[in-house]
């Protein structure tokens, strides 16, 4: 008989977004800093 | 703008080119991991969490693995740009240790039962990346450069001895994080479809490591160039 796969795809889709935040956020934290460091000082 | 501010400029604009192609197979791997790689029978689409947790902890492994070598060549060659490499892949492995330290605990409170459990494979995994947040610290807290970047060197090669622990971890105590499935003697254990996914998901992250570190670099030597200008 088939097994019915549990209903728990909200975690992945926070683990996701979870991923995204940090990644991203610390992508436009390096732009901010390449910014400052190429116009004077940081 | 003086030569070396040219030289670091350049840097940084590659590194944002590196990153933002690999943002975009990020992307990538989003839609084929949810949308068309096979939902795994018994965990459900949790378990999809794997194809972002798994590669986030190979490249924070990654990256603490070349802070230990790149330090001791450091103690070695008293190059500084091997110290600026080392703080940049520092800091970007801390990014990857955040990611892999909270998909981790999303999967596991619906597989487990728990967020936590203080098993062999996730203590030491938290206790690396407190090693390196403090290496980070210690790195704010010293001005002077030689000798910031010989401490430093030092706590980096001792991050360095953690990292075949936590590999073997799942071999050497009882944990119940899973065995590997890739990066293991034998072939992998995974379907294709699974496997394809995961290894797409591999060199994506792979190369949003080599741009964030590339443009960290980058800061590094622009601000290394700007320090000379005004000591000047």
């Not at chain 2, 450069?145 to 706590?155: G, H, L, P, T, Y």
């Amino acid at each position: 008989m088939p097994v019915e796969p549990p209903a728990n795809g909200g975690y992945a889709v926070a683990a996701y977004i979870v991923a995204a935040v940090i990644l991203l956020g610390y992508g436009i934290g390096l732009w901010r800093r390449a910014r400052k460091a190429m116009n004077g000082g940081e | 703008m003086s030569p070396d501010l040219a030289r670091a400029n350049a840097v940084v604009r590659r590194g944002f080119w590196i990153s933002a192609l690999a943002f975009l197979g990020i992307a990538g791997v989003y839609v084929l991991a949810l949308g068309f790689t096979p939902v795994e029978a018994r965990q459900g689409v949790a378990q999809k969490i794997f194809y972002l947790h798994v590669p986030a902890a190979w490249c924070a492994l990654l990256a603490f693995s070349l802070v230990g070598i790149v330090s001791a060549l450091y103690l070695w060659l008293h190059d500084p740009r091997l110290d600026l490499f080392a703080a940049s892949s520092a800091e970007v492995g801390v990014t990857f240790s955040a990611v892999m330290l909270t998909t981790g605990p999303i999967w596991a409170k619906p597989i487990w039962g728990t967020w936590w459990t203080w098993d062999a494979r996730l203590t030491l995994t938290l206790f690396l990346f407190f090693l390196f947040v403090g290496y980070l610290a210690l790195r704010a807290a010293i001005h002077d450069r030689q000798e910031r970047a010989r401490f430093s060197a030092v706590v980096g090669i001792m991050g360095l001895l953690l990292v075949p622990f936590i590999h073997l971890s799942v071999y050497l105590f009882r944990t119940l994080h899973p065995q590997p499935v890739v990066l293991k003697p034998s072939a992998p254990s995974l379907p294709p479809e699974m496997l394809r996914t995961l290894l797409i998901s591999f060199a994506m992250f792979s190369l949003l490591y080599l741009g964030f570190v590339t443009v960290r670099y980058g800061i590094g030597l622009a601000l290394e160039a700007r320090e000379l200008r005004d000591a000047g």
